[in-house]
Each structure stands twice: as C-alpha cells, then as structure tokens.
T-cell receptor, first 112, second 115 residues
Framework: SQQGEEDPQALSIQEGENATMNCSYK?????LQWYRQNSGRGLVHLIL?????REKHSGRLRVTLDTSKKSSSLLITASRAADTASYFC????????????FGTGTRLTIIP | DVKVTQSSRYLVKRTGEKVFLECVQD?????MFWYRQDPGLGLRLIYF???????EKGDIPEGYSVSREKKERFSLILESASTNQTSMYLC??????????????FGNGTRLTVT
C-alpha cells in the first residue's frame, strides 16, 4: 500500500514563484524524506526531517512535518527552470525493517 | 560521493528470456534495494538486502529473484521475462539505520522493455 501520497499530482508555475507540495502518510515514522527525480534519471535525496522536528531548511527548500496530522510539505522558493522535476516523499516507519515507502510523486514544471 | 552504478540504461528483451540487472555501489553500504517505477504507481519495492547473502521480499517480489554474493553488488533476476515487467528499474543503497542511515542513494535506472 502507498504510505506517502503527494498532492498535487502535477503543478505548473512561473519561474520565480514558490512551489508547495504536500505529502500525507498513514503510520508512525522515524523520519520523512523528500527526493527529486529528473526525467529518465534516478532519484536524488533532498532533505530528511525527523519525527521530533517540525521544520527544516536547506537552501531554497523548506520542509515542515506535522506528525499529528501525518503530513509534510515541501516548499521551493524562488523557483528556477532547473527545478523542473518529479518530487517524491518517502517515509521511514517506526516499526519494521529499514525500507522506505515512496509516494506517487508530484510533477513540477517551471515555466520560464 | 556515493556512486551506485546500474550496468545498463536501456534493455530490450524477449518474452521468456532470463534477464539479469546488475547494480554496484562503492560506499560499503550494508543495505541495497531494487524498486520498479511505473507511471501513476510511484516506486514499488521488489526486494532488498541488508547483508551479503541476505534478502527480504518487498511489496512485489513475484516473478523476480535476487542475488547478493558480494557486499557491493546486488543483482535482480527475471527468471522468465514477461511484458508486464516492462518498467524502469531503480537500484539503491544505504547505510544501516544505526549509523543514521535510511537515506537512499540511487543509480540512474534501467529502462527494460520486454517484447
């Protein structure tokens, strides 16, 4: 079953605008991670937020985590054409072995 | 920088063929994973391994097997390829959780077409 579900499935914005993607999940987690995938390539890790953290920043990325609502958001500020990619959240569950579960992703298109 | 190398970017195979997908990592990671990625379905875990000769089934192991004879190499085997196994296959590795792991390092993927 899908642990992480991203919303929206697709998003198109103008260059320079901010992009927000959301992720919902179902079970208790150790951490939640965001990955990026350029077309036809592998995934690249962007940022990890632990279950006891509420917000984390990395460059133009800001991630929030609300464990009471079992949701996370990824904000990309001042978007660039190079940010065009698919973005996936992945959850590391509290119980069980060390395997992440990925959502279906958000396809982000930045219009120059 | 961690490097995960998948032996082929593109493969075309015929139905019924035995197919080997190879993956090598250079960071001495204990954990290695095989995912397949299909439009609208995201990434689904096929098998993973947390040590040499150790393997565990993921969410969709049917029709696949794996081999891990050396720590750096994790092979995915399609015993008898079928058209519904046409997909993008992604290999990944990570250190164990006790070392702050669970962040995955991915290869660039193998796009397999079965005709």
């Amino acid at each position: 079953s899908q642990q992480g579900e991203e919303d929206p499935q697709a998003l198109s914005i103008q260059e320079g605008e901010n992009a927000t993607m959301n992720c919902s999940y179902k079970t208790s987690i150790n951490n939640l991670q965001w990955y990026r995938q350029n077309s036809g390539r592998g995934l690249v890790h962007l940022i990890l937020i632990r279950s006891n953290e509420r917000e984390k920043h990395s460059g133009r990325l800001r991630v929030t985590l609300d464990t009471s609502k079992k949701s996370s958001s990824l904000l990309i500020t001042a978007s660039r054409a190079a940010d065009t990619a698919s973005y996936f959240c992945a959850t590391d569950p509290t119980w069980g072995n060390e395997k992440l579960t990925f959502g279906t992703g958000t396809r982000l298109t930045i219009i120059p | 920088d961690v490097k995960v190398t998948q032996s082929s970017r593109y493969l075309v195979k015929r139905t019924g063929e035995k197919v080997f997908l190879e993956c090598v990592q250079d960071m001495d990671h204990e954990n290695m994973f095989w995912y397949r990625q299909d439009p609208g379905l995201g990434l689904r875990l096929i098998y993973f391994s947390y040590d040499v000769k150790m393997k565990e089934k993921g969410d969709i192991p049917e029709g696949y097997s794996v081999s891990r004879e050396k720590k750096e190499r994790f092979s995915l085997i399609l015993e008898s390829a079928s058209t519904n196994q046409t997909s993008m296959y992604l290999c990944a590795s990570s250190p164990p959780r006790r070392f702050g792991g669970s962040v995955l390092h991915f290869g660039n993927g193998t796009r397999l077409t079965v005709t």
